[in-house]
């Protein structure tokens, strides 16, 4: 079983910043990658940004060159960095686990994220 603490939402003015973490831990022998996605109202869930055990990244276009994921593997703990943020980066995020490739991965309950002035 794996627990994923999230922490770091709240309400930022657009142009602001925010950084989000989140925490495993639990029984896994090894992470492959952790990640975050979001969903806003009425939307589907969409991915924001994943790193690999490797430290390969990938990013969602509306994200690139504003949020920045990070990983501390001692802590198992990822991160993202948030910069610039508008106000349709207004979601709840929530944390992606996945301890092998082709298994399912887990999910935190997910922390809200608004952008309003």
């Known amino acids: 079983q794996v627990q994923l603490v999230e922490a770091g939402g709240g309400l930022v003015q657009p142009g602001g910043s925010l950084r989000l973490s989140c925490a495993a831990s639990g029984r896994f022998s090894s992470i492959y990658s952790m990640g975050w996605y979001r969903q806003a109202p009425g939307k589907q869930r969409e991915l924001v940004a994943l790193?690999?055990?490797?430290?390969?990244?990938n990013y969602a276009d509306p994200v690139k060159g504003r949020f920045t994921i990070s990983r501390d593997n001692a802590k198992n703990t990822v991160y993202l960095q948030m910069t610039s943020l508008k106000p349709g980066d207004t979601a709840v995020y929530y944390c992606n686990f996945q301890e092998q490739l082709f298994q399912p991965p887990c999910w935190g309950r997910g922390t809200q994220v608004t952008v309003s002035s």
């Open positions: 790193i690999t055990n490797g430290g390969s990244t």
